[in-house]
């Protein structure tokens, strides 16, 4: 199993472009997320998915979309690129929800450098 | 506020030493606490869970130990190796999707 890959690696934006960041799972995973990491401070939620057809906004989720066509993808678009944008982000998919003892299975992460 | 709090920040040891790390949570209700080791460039991996009627648990030299009265944890490394060189980040979580995540305490493993 690849588990969780994420593509790019790492992007440079001009302000007011728009990307999208993939995600994808081959765990069959009902649920997947979408976190950004700043520097000294926790992951933040941005939006998750509890299987396809279904997302909702986690903690974060101005100025990002997303959508859950099949169990194994979760891509995140960002339509207007701010430099407050520029952040690590992260996929992660877990079996059922991560408020319970299921372990989250994170990706490696995407670079977004705003500018 | 749902607050995550680790430390310290930022530590130093020799390969081979243990070392203790903290964190202190205000997140309610309780569900399970979370322990996920990240390197350099990659994403967090877990170490343990442990609910609330868990006070300790081991995985390999890592052991986690949490006090659900006092709301905090410590994960203790034993024997400490330069491949424990990360970030270790303490993830507390409510019932359904929350998770809080901790800013996480950077450990540098020096030979």
């Known amino acids: ?11 440079i934006l001009k302000i007011g472009q728009s990307m999208t960041l993939q995600c994808t799972q081959d765990m069959n995973h009902n649920y997947m997320y979408w976190y950004r990491q700043d520097p ?24 990002y979309n997303v959508s859950r066509s099949t169990t194994e993808d979760f891509p995140l678009r960002l339509e ?21 003892k299921e372990t989250q299975y994170f990706g490696p992460g995407t670079r977004l450098l705003v500018l | 506020k749902n607050q995550v709090e680790q430390s310290p920040q930022s530590l130093i040891i020799l390969e081979g030493k243990n070392c203790t790390l903290q964190c202190n949570y205000t997140v309610s209700p309780f569900s399970n606490l979370r322990w996920y080791k990240q390197d350099t460039g990659r994403g967090p991996v877990s170490l343990t869970i ?8 081991s995985n390999g030299r890592y052991t986690a130990t949490l006090d659900a009265d006092t709301k905090q944890s410590s994960l203790h490394i034993t024997a400490s190796q330069l491949s424990d060189s990360a970030s270790y ?9 929350k998770l809080v995540f901790g800013a996480g305490t950077i450990l540098r493993v020096k030979s």
Do not use: H, W
Request: charged share 10%.
């Open chain 1, 1 to 11: 199993n690849a588990g969780v890959t994420q593509t790019p690696k790492f992007r």
């Open chain 1, 40 to 63: 000294g401070m926790g992951l933040k939620l941005i939006y998750y998915s509890v299987g396809a057809g279904i997302t909702d906004k986690g903690e974060v989720p101005n100025g």
């Open chain 1, 80 to 100: 207007l690129a701010a430099p407050s944008q520029t952040s690590v982000y992260f996929c992660a998919s877990s079996y059922s929800r991560a408020g319970g």
């Open chain 2, 50 to 57: 442990m609910t609330f009627s868990e006070n300790t648990k």
């Open chain 2, 89 to 97: 980040i303490c993830v507390v979580s409510s019932y359904g999707n």
